[in-house]
């Protein structure tokens, strides 16, 4: 069994800052928390930012600059430092963690981020 627990979302004003964690835990213990998505109302999910298992980052474009991923040394909890909020940002944030091993997605139940005046 595998849980996978987002907190930190909430309604903050343009230009504001939140901070999301992510924390896996479970019996399987080829997991790795592998990064942030994101799905706003009729859209897609994307890509927000990944942290890759040795430690390289990727960011989305729209966030470059902005939002900060970083994650523990065991690699079970990880940060979404999200600075400079614009409405765009606006959307459920979901945690990635991946099983090694396998190459199993293990996606969390989401955050929401609203970014409103």
């Known amino acids: 069994q595998v849980q996978v627990a987002e907190s930190g979302g909430g309604l903050v004003q343009p230009g504001g800052s939140l901070r999301l964690s992510c924390a896996a835990s479970g019996s399987i213990l080829t997991l790795y928390v592998r990064g942030w998505y994101r799905q706003a109302p009729g859209k897609q999910r994307e890509l927000v930012a990944t942290v890759t298992y040795s430690g390289s980052t990727n960011y989305a474009d729209s966030v470059k600059g902005r939002f900060t991923i970083s994650r523990d040394s065991a690699k079970k909890t990880s940060y979404l430092q999200m600075n400079s909020l614009k409405p765009d940002d606006t959307a459920v944030y979901y945690c990635?963690?991946?099983?090694?091993?396998?190459?199993?997605?293990?996606w969390g139940q989401g955050t929401q981020v609203t970014v409103s005046s």
């Open positions: 990635n963690v991946r099983n090694w091993n396998t190459g199993d997605d293990i």
